[in-house]
């Protein structure tokens, strides 16, 4: 089936590093995503990643993807009071003509000054 | 670039009213959006699948008779939520992809919190 899973809180200091977790278990997943929600808002795509890759990054933030594991990772370096926020992964499944999304749980993600 | 755009933002009407939620893609065109709803503290569940010019795909247990989808054209889709009922009151989200390749993402609106007394 098709599932994603996050834990649903991360709390850290501003200035040091956050790591937001994602397991999936669509083996067929070929794309997978990180959106950013802020209260009351819709989502802002962060960045995405090909399943052929192992790693790739933007700025401040770095996604980690285990293929064998079906496990992705977003890691924000000197994290912000402005990263505050709650941040879904999502992989792509179905044909190219749908291409749906499935959305984990979300995490907040707290910055503490 | 691939702005979307989500009106009205914020809806509170009596029961049995129909409203009806507009999605824009403002810097591009758009053949396939989607459609979300968002319960407090959860995750995204995909409604349907919204592709221009043919009937939207509905996710199982989503009656398409209450939430009707029109793509009339390259950058506007609307849901109408029919005879509005409070445990219809959610936040509802459309999102548009840039393309028809595989690789490119949904980008979102802002969202409509529907609000039914």
């Known amino acids: 089936g098709e599932d994603v899973e996050q834990s649903l809180f991360l709390s850290v200091r501003e200035g040091d590093s956050s790591v937001i977790n994602c397991t999936y278990t669509d083996s067929s997943s070929t794309y997978l995503y990180w959106y950013k929600q802020e209260p009351g808002a819709g989502l802002q795509l962060l960045t995405y990643i090909f399943s052929n890759m192992d790693m790739k990054q933007d700025q401040r933030l770095t996604v980690l993807l285990n293929k064998k594991d079906k496990h992705l990772s977003l890691r924000i370096a000197d994290t912000q009071t402005g990263d505050s926020a709650i941040y879904f992964c999502a992989e792509r499944v179905g044909s190219s003509n749908t291409g749906k999304l499935i959305f984990g749980q979300g995490t907040t993600l707290q910055v503490k000054p | 670039g691939a702005v979307v755009s989500q009106h009205p933002s914020r809806v509170i009407c009596k029961s049995g009213t129909s409203v009806k939620i507009e999605c824009r893609s403002l810097d591009f065109q758009a053949t396939t959006m989607f459609w979300y709803r968002q319960f407090p503290k959860q995750s995204l569940m995909l409604m349907a699948t919204?592709?221009?010019?043919?009937?939207?795909?509905?996710e199982q247990g989503v009656e398409k008779d209450k939430f009707l989808i029109n793509h009339a054209s390259l950058t506007l889709s609307t849901l109408t939520v029919t005879s509005a009922h409070p445990e219809d009151s959610s936040f509802y989200i459309c999102?548009?992809?840039?393309?028809?390749?595989?690789?490119?993402?949904?980008?979102f609106g802002d969202g409509t919190r529907l609000s039914i007394l």
């Open positions: 919204s592709n221009e010019g043919s009937k939207a795909t509905y």
């Open positions: 999102s548009a992809r840039t393309g028809v390749e595989s690789y490119q993402p949904q980008h």
